[in-house]
């Protein structure tokens, strides 16, 4: 069955190695460009000014995404961080944030007040409304309607499924839908939550239309060096106001010390065009082997791919747990522990989440998990090597039983 699932995947396995090729090389000409020197790895503390590292790691992530101004931040903690940040420095009181995609991921459910927090976005008097997919595609009749109906301020679109059974979103599809909106609403601010896809395609948002794009540094593109942080890149009048909304009115940009992380920053960034690769290549990998055992898997090994996030969905919550242990089991870290679910800070459900990774909550590295609800989905992603990751699902893949 190993020897079939390779077989099958081979064609895929070389597209990827091209889409590798194409985005080295345009994360080597932003190096190059934008002339990264020896001296740009040194740190700064205390306020952080005049720290080149950060200012010309800013200007690498800009050119990559074709964006006129970007964040990196190692003070933003997250890709719920980095988005929340984002939203606050874009909205003012009485302003319409419409999401687009639907009930966006878990943990943004308080910072809106979809779930009832006092820090809310809801609870400083920003409205909020959502609109959902239709068969993995956009409501446009119903987009063009509240647009022409609401003055909106902010257009949320969440590219990657999160803990949904949607697909996700690829580049052309968000091309249509941002070409689309334009024709009715020119000025409202379309914003991309972009974690999980960024170098799964030969483009990125802003080359398609976007105003901003936000992403995190323990996914994709910090390629499982960063220890931490998160971006926000796009117009320079957004990100100046997001910058403003992390440090403080009148400083911006300008100030933030980076304590030595510019060269994980820069080195992750440098391999993070292969440790994608690697990652959907684990991906396809892992989506056709449990096929063929008869698992239902999104998505299929020969679909388009929008992120490095690959869906089996077990239909019941003891075989969700149990792949989920073997995977920690057959991981470099902490593999002799035994994953369990509990209540995590940010999710209504309980979840389970294996993550035998060398950085806390790193999801370039193999890891999986998910709620404890129906239909009980384990959500894998990651491994920094095809080899690794293959290792580690043939082992899970030998544990699990026939459905």
């Known amino acids: 069955m190993i020897e079939q699932t390779e077989m099958d995947i081979k064609p895929y396995i070389e597209e990827i190695d091209k889409l590798c090729y194409i985005n080295s090389q345009k994360v080597l000409s932003a190096f190059i460009e934008n002339r990264v020197d020896t001296h740009h790895f040194n740190m700064t503390d205390g306020y952080g000014y005049n720290d080149d590292g950060r200012d010309v790691i800013e200007k690498v992530y800009a050119s990559i995404f074709k964006a006129e101004d970007a964040l990196v931040r190692t003070q933003i903690i997250s890709g719920t961080h980095a988005l929340t940040v984002t939203l606050f420095g874009l909205l003012r009181p009485n302003d319409i944030l419409l999401s687009i995609t639907g009930t966006p991921y878990d943990t943004l459910h308080e910072v809106i007040g979809i779930k009832e927090n006092k820090s809310s976005l809801m609870s400083f008097g920003i409205k909020y409304d959502e609109i959902d997919l239709v068969n993995n595609d956009f409501d446009y009749e119903k987009i063009e309607e509240y647009l022409k109906k609401n003055k909106v301020k902010v257009i949320e679109i969440q590219r990657s499924k999160g803990y949904s059974t949607r697909k996700s ?102 391999m993070a065009p292969s440790a994608v690769a690697s990652a959907l290549k684990t991906a396809i990998f892992t989506s056709r082997l449990l096929e063929l055992k008869g698992y239902n898997v999104e998505p299929k090994y020969n679909e388009k791919r929008a992120d490095i996030v690959q869906n089996i ?32 800070p940010g999710y209504d459900d309980q979840v389970i989440m294996a993550a035998g990774t060398f950085t806390q909550g790193s999801s370039l590295e193999l890891s999986c998990d998910g709620p404890i609800r129906a239909p009980f989905i384990a959500y894998q992603q990651g491994s920094l090597t095809y080899e690794y990751g293959k290792i580690a699902i043939i082992n899970a893949f030998n544990k699990l039983k026939w459905v």
């Open 313 to 344: 969905i077990f239909g019941n919550p003891e075989d969700l747990i149990e792949y989920c242990k073997q995977i920690q089991y057959n991981s470099p870290i902490d593999s002799g522990a035994t994953v369990e679910p509990w209540d995590m």
């Open 169 to 270: 979103i690829t580049i052309d599809l968000l091309k249509k839908v941002i070409d689309f909106i334009r024709t009715i609403d020119k000025d409202v601010i379309i914003m991309i939550d972009n974690c999980y896809c960024e170098l799964v395609d030969t483009k990125e948002p802003i080359e398609v239309g976007a105003d901003i794009a936000v992403g995190s540094l323990i996914k994709n593109l910090g390629g499982g060096l960063a220890p931490n942080g998160g971006y926000v890149v796009g117009r320079k009048d957004l990100i100046e106001l997001v910058a403003e909304r992390l440090t403080v009115p009148g400083c911006g940009k300008e100030v933030g010390p980076t304590l030595g992380a510019n060269k994980a920053i820069l080195q992750g960034l440098y």
